[in-house]
């Protein structure tokens, strides 16, 4: 293995440790990852909600938002289908627990890795058609779900995919699709994990319903399935 070590501006690493009184090597560090501004760098160190984008720039999430309010009103089952790593995870349990807390009616599917393998299955979509579900939302998976997408739409379900893996070309016909890697998403932060995308979801159904101030609560459990998923 070949290491190379950057070697940043020493004028840029000064300036930035006087700016916010910092060491020299924590300067060094914030230089090479990208946060040679002072204003970026302290939003950094120190982040809050102030400096998260507007959750309404992702594309089809006042769409998402307003499909999920009726599922509630009907009192409409909803599925919340998941993947089996520490992302996929955690962002079930994020989305139900927000969900619940807004009066619906939920159930959940994480598939077992061994057995079911990666991505939605149709199986599962029809068992949760006979078993009542209207509303399927996917969370870390679905976005080239294009034949399991169809199957739900044949049996009268709306799917939300949310996701943050690449999309191809075209997308599942699915209701409405969450992804800031969409070519069509002016979503700044392409960067989220899944359970960021499904975090955006659940601050905006927040921000609709006053119940803003129990975010903080959540960001625990988004923090671990980021960090596992990087």
């Known amino acids: 293995m070949l290491w190379k070590i950057a070697s940043p501006d020493p004028t840029a690493v000064k300036a ?7 060491s020299g090597t924590i300067a060094t560090l914030l230089v090479n990852r990208g946060f040679a501004d002072a204003l970026t760098a302290q939003e950094f160190l120190q982040p809050s909600f102030d400096c998260l984008a507007d959750p309404f720039l992702m594309r089809d999430l006042k769409k998402a938002i307003e499909r999920i309010h009726l599922a509630i009103e009907r009192q ?3 599925l919340i289908y998941g993947d089996y790593d520490v ?7 994020i989305l139900r627990k927000a969900l619940d807390m807004m009066g619906a009616r939920t159930t959940y599917h994480i598939p077992r890795r ?4 990666y991505g939605m ?11 009542g579900v209207k509303l399927i939302i996917s969370v870390d998976t679905g976005i080239k779900a294009f034949d399991v997408v ?11 995919i949310t996701d943050h893996h690449v999309p191809d070309s075209r997308l599942p016909r699915a209701f409405a699709i969450l992804n800031p890697k969409r070519s069509d998403c002016p979503y700044p932060d392409k960067n989220l994990c899944g359970v960021g995308v499904t975090f955006k979801l659940i601050q905006a159904l ?3 319903t006053d119940k803003e101030r129990y975010l903080l609560s959540f960001l625990k459990i988004v ?3 980021t960090v596992a998923d990087v």
């Open 16 to 22: 930035l440790a006087h700016a916010l009184n910092i």
């Open 76 to 78: 409409e089952k909803i």
């Open 87 to 93: 992302d996929g995870t955690t962002a079930v349990v």
């Open 114 to 117: 061994f057995v079911d393998g």
């Open 121 to 131: 299955k149709a199986d599962v979509v029809e068992q949760a058609a006979n078993d």
């Open 150 to 160: 169809e199957t739900a739409n044949s049996l009268g379900l709306d799917c939300i």
């Open 206 to 208: 927040f921000r609709q």
């Open 223 to 225: 923090a671990i399935g």
